[in-house]
């Protein structure tokens, strides 16, 4: 299913390069929302979904291609913290949705004609601990276990009709293990998308064997890395080009240092067109950005390519 009667998301990366859209959270944060909770930019979809919509809509504008939903951090395990039954949960997950899809709707009534997608987002395990260990991984469980706490919210993002899935932020070779087998047979193609660091997976896992379990995956369509430097994301994209054959989805962070202690982020961004240049050449297909990249540097990334 496509968002406006495009090409499938696969057809059109077999044609050429996608630009995905930034961070959402910090576009939120930019137009004055709170992004304090536990749930981050997900408490939205309850309390603000307009405003979830009008960040979408400025990555459009900003010449993104695809709009990633607010529901990294939803999850029925998460909203239930917050007194929000399943069935609740489940209707915002598909709100994240059609927020998409709104935003959608709204770039085309502003004349934006090109082609526009909407991934579902599901962020790890632990983005729903909200206590870091999504950039940790070995959280314990079995894979079977993590494919049990998956699969029932793919499921709700799936049945929503969003264009791909996108399985982001994955720390551990193991819960991608869980992730993979979480997709099959739901009808919606996926790109698996690993947080790396120091040429390896969070966890420690090689990143070969790491994207080697998607190689033969049919339903993902692309894989790679974001939510890491940009400096990191180089040798992955070769590595997860040459080991899959699939295209490579590749969106890190502005290069800034979050401090955990003073909850302010330090430094200042190293991320450059120069290096997307080199990701499509290796064989990125999908580019955008994740943590502090807002709409500026998209339109710079759309420039580009």
Known sequence: M???????LAGALAAGTIVLDGGLSNQLAAAGHDLSDALWSARLLADRPEAIADAHLAYFEAGADVAITASYQATFEGFAERGIDRTEAARLLTLSVDLGRDAVRRARAAGIGRPLWVAASAGPYGAMLADGSEYRGRYGLSVAELERFHR???????????????????????????????VRGLGVPAWLSYSVADGRTRAGQPLAEAFALAA??????????????????????????????????????????????????????????????????????????????????????????
């Open 216 to 305: 033969d995956v049919d339903e993902v369509i692309a894989v790679g890395v974001n939510c890491c430097a940009p400096e990191d994301a180089d040798h992955a994209v070769e590595i997860a080009a040459r080991v899959t054959g699939k295209p490579v989805v590749v969106y890190p962070n502005s290069g800034e240092v979050w401090d955990a202690r003073a909850r302010s982020w330090t430094g200042r961004p190293t991320f450059t067109a120069e290096q997307v240049a080199r990701w499509r050449a290796a064989g990125a297909r999908l580019i955008g950005g994740c943590c502090r990249v807002g709409p500026d540097a998209i339109t710079r990334i759309a420039r580009t390519v």
């Open 2 to 8: 496509t968002s406006d009667n495009s090409p499938g």
């Open 152 to 182: 029932p919210r793919l499921e709700v993002l799936a049945a929503a009709g969003p264009d791909v899935l996108a399985l982001e932020t994955v720390p551990d070779a193991e819960e991608a293990a869980a992730l993979l087998r979480a």
